[in-house]
């Protein structure tokens, strides 16, 4: 589990795109976005992956895995070649409008994106939590019931 105890957990199908996460957000420009997408809202943000494929994408020693399994992004060691956006599972690591890179960085194991939200949309809980998040999430259950495990 390399140091991972908590885990952000993101249950698009809650969101309701008022925007209080991305306000919430304290970077200079919101690493976390709700694009609208048919029929909802998404919820782009990092999710500090295990394996990262953008650390291992980096070349220039510009992300890593903190001790708490939080990927960080050094901003003085990056190059903004976007590697690291092309191998991002979530589209969560992209190049901002002033040209530097922008990556969530779970404000220091309090995101405030997760205080923000209202609708229970994004949650910051511990790794051992994960089972039971994941199958609150509409494709699980459908795979699930797809199976007949439920």
């Given at each position: 589990m390399n140091g991972r105890e908590y885990l952000l957990h993101v249950l698009s199908e809650k969101c309701t795109g008022c925007g209080d996460c991305v306000e919430a957000c304290p970077m200079d420009e919101p690493a976390i976005r709700i694009p609208e997408v048919s029929g909802g809202w998404d919820v782009v943000v990092?999710?500090?992956c295990?394996?990262?494929p953008c650390v291992e994408a980096c070349e220039f020693g510009a992300l890593w895995v903190k001790d708490d399994g939080t990927v960080f992004l050094a901003r003085e060691l990056c190059t903004s070649c976007k590697a690291c956006t092309a191998v991002c599972p979530?589209?969560?690591v992209f190049l901002g409008t002033t040209g530097e890179m922008v990556k969530c960085d779970l404000c220091k194991?309090?995101?405030?994106c997760v205080e923000a939200c209202r609708e229970g949309a994004l949650i910051y809980d511990r790794f051992t939590e994960k089972k039971a998040l994941m199958e609150e999430k509409k494709p699980v259950k459908e795979?699930?019931?797809f199976r007949g495990l439920v």
């Open positions: 990092c999710r500090h295990s394996p990262a979530f589209g969560a194991g309090k995101p405030r795979l699930l019931a």
